[in-house]
């Protein structure tokens, strides 16, 4: 106390405590400072020496809350200018051909009204078949009219529901150029050509049904429609016979490996013809149903095509049937391609 008492009197400035003095070069407070960082050594020493001169103790060495210095983080950016930036940073990003992006919009829509435009088929085609049953039965013309009318109104549906399918068939085709089969590259493309072309003429018989294009002649682009939607149906038939016969030379190949296939050769002394090639015909047959029975998507595909070929040609007169056979082929290949659209594995691939 003396000693304090002796400093002043002199002019010289008190000396801050050891524990205290550290604690301000380190930048620590106790408690009343929360942020900011302290003056230099060379402030407090001023201060007591202040404190000295005008007779009082230097007995608080912190600074007031005026004198503190606050250092805080540097400002961050509003949010203007960062979506500025983002804006910037997505704008040097390549994007894809608007031609492009709108095609795949279409080929998108076109797969999400498959489902119903097959649902509206099959309601048709049930149509048909039971207005034929019930001509057949002797019903009154005024009900048969009403489902007649209610045929006539799921087919218009149906028409709309394939107003995209041309360019999902022209995709389809492109993807199909690059097949490496040369057979499958050419039964494949031609058939989404066809289907491409079915597809226009029954846009243009939706708008001249719908009234949008007026004095149309309805009969001449609906046999235009069938008959490229026959050549789809025959190309696709083409392309199922040569899958099969890739498959069954498959099978034959493994028979003959494992040596079980002797069963279709005549014995050493039969000479007649007719038996052998009957043989050879049972072997075909069991070959055909059991590949048929290993390949789902294969006999499905077979099946729907050959029951939507009849349609055509009922259609063209190139093979008249009756109205009913017609509904119960429509039906059925209707059906067979709701299974393919709720399981995508039984869809024939490429």
Known sequence: MAERLLRQEAGSPAPLPNRRRESLKSGETDGRVAVGRPPPISQWESRAEAGGRSGGYATSPLPTSAEVEVFTSPPRPDSRARAEAVGQAEAGRPRPPYSASAMDSWVRFSAQSQAKERVFRAAQYACTLLSYALQKNGAGPDFLARIKQLESHLSLGRKLFRLGNSADALEAAKRAIHLSDIVLRFCITVSHLNRAMYFACDNILWAGKSGLVPHMDHEKWSQRSFRYYLFALIMNLSRDAYEIRLLMECEVNAKSHKGSCRNGRSAPGEDHRSHQLAQRLKLQ??????????????????????????????????????????????????????????????????
Do not use: E
């Open 285 to 350: 047959l069991c070959l055909l149903a059991q590949v048929l029975r290993n390949n789902p998507p294969l006999l499905l595909d077979v099946m729907k095509n050959a029951c939507d070929i009849f349609i055509p040609l009922d259609k063209l007169g190139m093979y008249k049937t009756s109205s009913g056979f017609v509904g119960l082929c429509g039906l059925t290949s209707s059906i067979l391609s709701i299974l393919t659209i709720l399981h995508p594995w039984l869809k024939l691939k490429p």
